[in-house]
């Protein structure tokens, strides 16, 4: 069965600090890692992974996939309260059937204190 | 561009009832997936439609149906609704398939008694 964890659950920082956020999964036949960002109702994106060690970066954030290991991070510098959020963490599976459906991690809480 | 909309936002039914949710996609886009979800088990895969056929298909029982119109929006239905249901519903739609960004609208919650 197809599985994404993420970790930490939750995470609290101090404006200002270095977060990192991990995803590992299980999936056959891996076709990519998305992350999303969700504040109140809506997941937002931020990265599509699909190659091993290539990092992507949005001003402060940034994420790269090892594809051998299974895992992904998302880095996040110099914290700012308004990155407090969920971070989503799922992989795109290509089934036998050719579906290809979202399996989504629980999540990593991210609260920000000033 | 207006964004993915989500009719109703709320909603409170009773068990055994049944329930249908509306999503209309960003112009374009031809690919509306649904998701469920709850604190305990995250964001879980429902149905992805495309060109009016469903695609794709998570593990939900067949209380869970959906249908897409051919101007791309979509709609889901929960019949004989259980407490557990109780859940926020979330729509995503893209230009092709999920390989393509997915945009996600707000969702409807809905609350069953």
């Known amino acids: 069965e197809d599985k994404v964890v993420q970790s930490p659950l939750s995470l609290v920082v101090h404006e200002g600090d270095t977060v990192t956020l991990n995803c590992s999964y299980e999936?056959?036949?891996?076709?990519?890692l998305l992350w999303y960002k969700q504040e109140k109702k809506a997941p937002t994106f931020l990265f599509m992974l699909?190659?091993?060690?290539i990092e992507k970066k949005s001003g402060r954030l940034s994420s790269i996939l090892d594809k051998k290991e299974l895992f992904s991070i998302l880095n996040i510098t110099a914290t700012q309260t308004g990155d407090s959020a969920v971070y989503l963490c799922?992989?795109?599976?290509?089934?036998?059937?050719?579906?290809?459906?979202?399996?989504f991690g629980k999540g990593t809480r991210l609260s920000v204190i000033a | 561009k207006a964004g993915v909309t989500q009719t109703p936002r709320y909603l409170i039914k009773t068990r055994g009832q049944q329930v249908t949710l509306s999503c209309s996609p960003i112009?374009?886009?031809?690919?509306v997936s649904w998701y469920q979800q709850t604190p305990g088990q995250g964001l879980q895969f429902l149905f992805e439609?495309?060109?009016?056929?469903?695609?794709n298909k998570g593990n939900f029982p067949g209380r869970f149906s959906g249908r897409q119109f051919s101007n791309s929006r979509s709609e889901m239905n929960v019949s004989t609704l259980e407490l557990g249901d109780s859940a926020l519903y979330l729509c995503?739609?893209?230009?092709?398939?999920?390989?393509?960004?997915?945009?996600f609208g707000p969702g409807t919650r809905l609350t069953v008694l």
């Open positions: 799922a992989v795109e599976a290509l089934r036998n059937s050719g579906n290809t459906p979202l399996v």
């Open positions: 699909t190659s091993s060690g």
């Open positions: 999936v056959t036949n891996f076709r990519s």
């Open positions: 439609y495309f060109s009016e056929t469903q695609r």
């Open positions: 112009s374009g886009h031809r690919s």
């Open positions: 995503a739609s893209s230009l092709a398939d999920a390989n393509n960004e997915q945009f």
